[in-house]
């Protein structure tokens, strides 16, 4: 009888101990799935955004050329006409007004209040 109570008992801690070891190791695997997982999607969001910015670049470098195209084509139609000459320059001061074109130079504060 007493044979039987410690057969029990050593049986009952060993599947204690067996029940923790398990319980470690699916933490364990369920932890370090996670953290590859998210490597994961890390990398596959940094491979997305280099891809947009590669396309994005593409189109912005079509987008000067066709600008380039555009401001030659107009410069070339305004060449001998006074008055398409000023209408030119009235278009470019409204761009550069609405934020349409690049300003570039020194900067002015008279208008600004101080």
Request: aromatic share 4%; hydrophobic share 30%.
């Amino acid at each position: 009888m007493l044979n039987k109570k410690i057969i029990s008992i050593v049986l009952g801690i060993m599947c204690m101990a067996l029940t923790i070891g398990i319980c470690v190791q699916i933490r364990t695997v369920t932890n370090s799935n996670s953290t590859v997982s998210q490597n994961y999607e890390e990398n596959n969001l940094r491979a997305e955004v280099l891809k947009y910015k590669e396309r994005y670049d593409n189109q912005y470098k079509l987008l000067e050329a066709a600008e380039e195209k555009l401001e030659k084509a107009r410069q070339n139609s305004t060449k001998n006409n006074e008055d398409l000459e000023k209408k030119e320059e009235e278009i470019k001061q409204g761009n550069k007004l609405i934020g349409l074109a690049e300003v570039k130079g020194p900067r002015s504060y008279s208008n600004t209040k101080r």
